[in-house]
């Protein structure tokens, strides 16, 4: 009997450190999360596409991509985020990875040169293959109003 109360404690104890370090603070997708469409392919996602405050990236059949406004903090990059221009090359990554659904790989950033390295984002992508939109957090994504979405239609 004591060993029951003994596991039963020890399992409360664990849920409860769990909630209060928020290892289970967020048990229901945020709206616009979801997964990637069946079926995707790179040409699905050919077009531009917006966010609430202004940020769009610009998505090209050739594996290059522009972005308006993106928020990287990145030292010695100049002009105001709202200003920020950057370019590189995108990739859809294979389905089931654990990396993002779309890769992007920064080669400038304004007039700011990010070498042979250069910086590294991407996007996990919901909606479906004719309407499909782009997401990510910037910040802890236990909260659901740090999720950025891009949406937009692109060309058929």
């Known amino acids: 009997m004591r060993r029951r109360h003994r596991a039963l404690l020890c399992t409360v104890m664990v849920v409860l450190a769990s909630t209060v370090t928020?290892?289970?603070a967020r048990y229901e997708a945020c709206p616009g999360e979801g997964r990637r469409p069946a079926g995707l392919k790179a040409g699905d996602l050919v077009g531009s596409y917006r966010n609430t405050w202004g940020g769009?990236?610009?998505?090209?059949?050739?594996g290059t991509f522009t972005t308006v406004a993106w928020p990287a903090d990145l030292e010695g990059v100049t002009?105001?985020?709202?200003?920020?221009?950057?370019?590189?090359?995108?990739?859809l990554n294979e389905a089931g990875s654990d990396d993002y659904d779309l890769s992007l790989s920064?080669?400038?950033?304004?007039?700011?040169e990010l070498g042979s390295g250069g910086y590294g984002s991407g996007f996990d992508i919901s909606g479906n293959r004719a309407d499909p939109r782009l997401y990510d957090w910037v910040g802890d994504p236990d909260d659901c109003t740090n999720?950025?979405?891009?949406?937009?239609?692109?060309p058929a």
Do not use: E, H, K, Q
Request: proline share 3%; aromatic share 14%.
């Open 22 to 24: 928020g290892c289970f």
């Open 56 to 62: 769009s990236v610009t998505l090209r059949g050739d």
């Open 79 to 91: 002009g105001t985020v709202d200003r920020r221009r950057g370019s590189g090359r995108w990739a």
């Open 106 to 112: 920064f080669s400038r950033i304004n007039d700011y």
């Open 147 to 154: 999720m950025v979405t891009f949406s937009g239609t692109p």
